[in-house]
């Protein structure tokens, strides 16, 4: 599939931060195409890597499930097994006339009796072949020269529901649709001439042979990047909020970030709504998709008015809703996944990084530029004895490596999950230097009077590697950054409190100073500051 590569415009706050700073919790505009390195310029944008962010997805036997309920692949289903033993078919491989109301009919599309619509034939036509695309027919020629189709050795396998077989057999169907979707005049028209040149011409011309391909191009680039769009929106998505207007949806595609959309750019994005109606409509025919196509009626030209413009002014509910639905079905997640993966992208799932110990899962997180931290943290807590997955974790998170302050703010997140029954484990490491500060933080948090307030050696300790942590998981996101260091205990003597702090033995001390000096409000502060991290810069 196309990779958005949109660059991260986000600054590295110090160099030690910037070194050891891999982002793992981005926000969602971040993640439409952000970087796992920073510094990166325009020169680099091919070679850098596309963040894809993790989804849920249901087992593999609820997706089978769900694909073998999908009409046209049902209806592949039905055709095979109505072929057995074997059915005649023409030289092309297609039904027979004779046989064609009758599999209208098996199909349901048409009543039992009466004439068939040639419509319902059509269906029946269009999900025969499919069946033979997916080789749940095969065919072949009888030693007295007659055309038959077979059930294949797929066919079984598939009526049994068997996941691998199914989301395989659904996997392929659903990328003969895609190709089948993008088709050349599916793009918009441009100075009044279509896209696509008369057939008759396009074989004789080798130009215009060679516009269709480019038009045809153009389109699987526009399609390849809508999927993408709605697989990112999606995993983000609270459950029940994955529906996305096609308005907005092209929006994504069309406006730069950042911008807001001029009156020439809401032509675009109705040119790219009407260009990705149709193919959209294509893959809600096998289950990627549930899709409400744009009202025709909306660009139909009565008494001379010009055709609707999304964007011109705000709509009600029910009026946005006539210019297009789209949700990404669990099925239609699974296949994009599947697809990225394909091209090489890291397409991870939810739950991934939850599988091993509470050292693997820290370390994991840390590393990982496409990853929701408290999902993970989430499945991994769930259903575990807090006592011991409390002692578990506050193991992982010692250690003065570049990744140790988050690894420790990714603990208290995990214990906030496990909850007070946690608490036994947490009092263990109350004197402990590393965890010693952040321990007494969250006990306190949870109620407990009786825990002794920590030496200052622990305070400012704690101090650093909290502000650290803050460092490394915003990737330097200034404002926030600014917010906190509003908080810090400076307590009106600046140059004693940073005289203490610069002495603090950690490895981010110089970083959290060079941070403070930079965006702290009050100019006397920041000199302080400033003067502190030179201080710590060359003790080391």
Known sequence: MAGRRRKNTGAPA???????????????????????????????LDDAA??????????????AEQAKAVPMFGYALALARWAAPHRTVDEFGDLVEEDRAPAARLLGL??????????????????????????????GTTTEGEHVAVPGPDL??????DPETVLELWLTAAGIVRELAVEADSLPEEDGEAAEAPAGEAEEDEDGLNEVEEARDEAAELLDEALQVLYETTAFAEPGNETVPLGVLAALLVVPEGEEPSEE????????????????????????????PI?????????????????????????????????????????????????????????????????????????????????ELRVWTAGREPVAAARELLAAARGADGYGPLRRMLCVSALNLLGPDAAPAVREVTDDPELGGAARAWLTAQGATDVPVPDRAMALWTVVDTFAAQLLDNGGDAELLRELITDLPVNGDPAGWFGELWRVDHPYTADVLEAIGELHPDRTLAKEARKAAFKARSRN
């Open 14 to 44: 110090g160099e030690g931060a910037a070194e050891a700073v891999l982002p793992a919790d981005l926000e969602l505009q971040d993640l439409y195409g952000a970087f796992a390195a920073h510094g990166l310029d325009d020169e680099d």
């Open 50 to 63: 596309v963040l894809v962010p993790p989804v849920k997805l249901p087992g593999d036997r609820e997706l």
């Open 110 to 139: 048409a009543p039992a009796g009466g004439e068939v619509p040639e419509e319902a034939e059509v269906e029946a036509l269009r999900a025969w072949s499919l069946a033979c695309d997916l080789d749940l027919v095969e065919l």
């Open 156 to 161: 079984e396998p598939a009526e049994q529901g």
């Open 265 to 292: 750019l809401l032509g675009d994005i109705t040119d790219v709504m009407v260009a990705l109606d149709p193919m959209l409509g294509d893959l809600a025919e096998l289950g990627l998709l549930d899709y409400r």
């Open 295 to 375: 009202d025709p009626e909306l660009f139909d030209e009565e008494d001379g008015e010009e055709p609707a413009v999304v964007g011109e002014e705000p709509l009600d509910e029910e009026e946005s809703a006539r210019f297009g639905l789209v949700r990404l079905t669990p099925l239609g997640q699974y296949g994009i996944r599947q697809w990225l993966l394909e091209d090489g992208y890291d397409a991870p799932l939810v739950g991934d990084l939850a599988r091993g110990d509470a050292a693997e899962l820290l370390r994991g997180v840390c590393e990982s530029a496409n990853v929701l931290p408290e999902e």
